[in-house]
Nanobody, 118 residues
Framework: VLLAESGGGSVQPGGSLRLSCTAS????????MAWYRRAPGNQRELVAQ?????IFLESVKGRFIISFDKDKNAVYLEMNSLKAEDTAVYYC???????????????WGQGTQVTVSP
C-alpha cells in the first residue's frame, strides 16, 4: 500500500491550501485516514481524522476541513485562514486492511511541506 500526497506549498498568512492523499495498492478496506504534521523542533501531532470519530487539533478547528472520497481512496485536507504556526511537514496516515483475512496496518505518506509566511 502506498500513500501519495500532494498540494503542499508556500502561502501568505490568511491564505488557503488543499492537501490530497491517495492510497493505492492492495487495499481491502480503509478503516481510517488522518493528517498529521511535524513542525521543526516539535513532535508529530494529529491534525485531523476522518469520521466516524472525527477529530481536529484544537488550533485548527473552524479553519481546516477533512474529507474522504471512498471511490478514489483519497483523503483531503482543506486548510483555510492559514497562520505561520501551521508551517510544518504534513503527513497522510491510513489504517488499512490489505486483505479480507483481518489485520490492519498503519501506512504513511512521504510528507508534504506547508509554509505560511508573509
Amino acid at each position: 500500500v502506498l500513500l501519495a500526497e500532494s498540494g503542499g506549498g508556500s502561502v501568505q498568512p490568511g491564505g488557503s491550501l488543499r492537501l490530497s492523499c491517495t492510497a493505492s495498492g492492495d487495499i481491502y478496506r480503509i478503516n481510517l485516514m488522518a493528517w498529521y504534521r511535524r513542525a521543526p523542533g516539535n513532535q508529530r501531532e494529529l491534525v485531523a481524522q476522518t469520521p466516524p470519530n472525527e477529530i481536529f487539533l484544537e488550533s485548527v478547528k473552524g479553519r481546516f476541513i477533512i474529507s474522504f472520497d471512498k471511490d478514489k481512496n483519497a483523503v483531503y485536507l482543506e486548510m483555510n485562514s492559514l497562520k505561520a504556526e501551521d508551517t510544518a511537514v504534513y503527513y497522510c496516515n491510513g489504517l488499512i486492511s490489505p486483505d479480507r483475512f483481518g489485520g490492519t496496518n498503519s501506512y504513511w505518506g512521504q510528507g508534504t511541506q506547508v509554509t505560511v509566511s508573509p
